[in-house]
């Protein structure tokens, strides 16, 4: 069983609230709605609750600890998910939340160099595959044609056709009357 002195206390509280902040400057940055003072207390506050259970001196107790922190962690992240009508948003924010406090639990357990790779990873995801999504997101989707199985290019009809899995029907827009107020649909 080893002890937990002040300094290491400290330096590792330090670090895991320096892995959140980091985090959560690029999220501020980018005006997202988890920002820096979100990420570095969610890191924060993982790293205090498994250095609590250090402190305390049993050597069972910080893994046991670190699991609950990350099923309150999905809490609090299913917390930021919202939908709005076909569309979900917040599923970045509370997957950035999650890692921030994993990386607190690292910080906490005395591991301060795969702490700090996991922050660099985290990063690397938000600043290097955004552009990667926006380039997926702009290329052409297939579109299948009314009356065939075939898929055409929205950008290119020139290309060759390829198998549709489900044909689309196009639909003209149907704008119902109005009922009035007391009668049935």
Same mark, same amino acid.
């Not at 948003?89 to 890692?99: D, S």
């Not at 600043?127 to 950008?155: F, H, I, Y």
């Given at each position: 069983?080893?002890?937990?002195?002040?300094?290491?206390?400290?330096? &590792?509280?330090?670090?895991?609230?320096?892995?959140?902040?980091?985090?959560?400057?690029?999220?501020?940055?980018?005006?997202?709605?988890?920002?820096?003072? %979100?990420?570095? =207390? /969610? !890191?924060?506050?993982? %790293? =205090?609750?498994?250095?609590?259970?250090?402190?305390?001196?049993?050597?069972? +107790?910080?893994?046991?600890?670190? +699991?609950?922190? /990350? +099923?309150?962690?999905?809490?609090?992240?299913?917390?930021?998910?919202?939908?709005?009508?076909? #569309? *979900?948003?917040?599923?970045?924010?509370?997957? %950035?939340?999650?890692? #921030? !406090?994993?990386?607190? /639990?690292?910080?906490? #357990?005395?591991?301060?160099?795969? !702490?700090?790779?996991? %922050?660099?990873? *985290?990063?690397?995801?938000?600043?290097?595959? &955004?552009?990667?999504?926006?380039? =997926?997101?702009?290329?052409? !989707?297939?579109?299948?044609?009314?009356?065939? +199985?075939?898929?055409?290019?929205? &950008?290119?009809?020139?290309?060759?056709?390829?198998?549709?899995?489900?044909?689309?029907?196009?639909?003209? #827009? *149907?704008?119902?009357?109005?009922?009035?107020?007391?009668?049935?649909?």
């Amino acid at each position: 069983m080893s002890t937990l002195t002040t300094f290491d206390f400290a330096l &590792r509280l330090a670090v895991g609230v320096g892995c959140g902040a980091l985090i959560g400057v690029e999220r501020q940055w980018r005006a997202r709605t988890a920002g820096l003072r %979100t990420n570095a =207390l /969610v !890191a924060a506050g993982a %790293t =205090l609750f498994v250095l609590y259970s250090e402190a305390v001196g049993d050597d069972t +107790s910080p893994t046991r600890v670190a +699991s609950y922190v /990350v +099923s309150g962690i999905g809490f609090l992240g299913g917390g930021v998910i919202l939908r709005d009508g076909a #569309s *979900v948003h917040g599923l970045n924010t509370a997957a %950035t939340l999650w890692c #921030s !406090a994993a990386l607190g /639990v690292l910080a906490a #357990s005395g591991r301060l160099d795969l !702490a700090l790779i996991g %922050t660099a990873a *985290v990063l690397a995801v938000h600043l290097l595959l &955004r552009p990667a999504g926006r380039l =997926l997101d702009r290329a052409p !989707a297939p579109r299948c044609g009314p009356e065939t +199985s075939e898929v055409e290019d929205v &950008r290119d009809e020139a290309r060759a056709p390829a198998g549709c899995d489900r044909p689309v029907v196009d639909r003209p #827009s *149907v704008r119902l009357p109005a009922r009035r107020p007391g009668t049935r649909p």
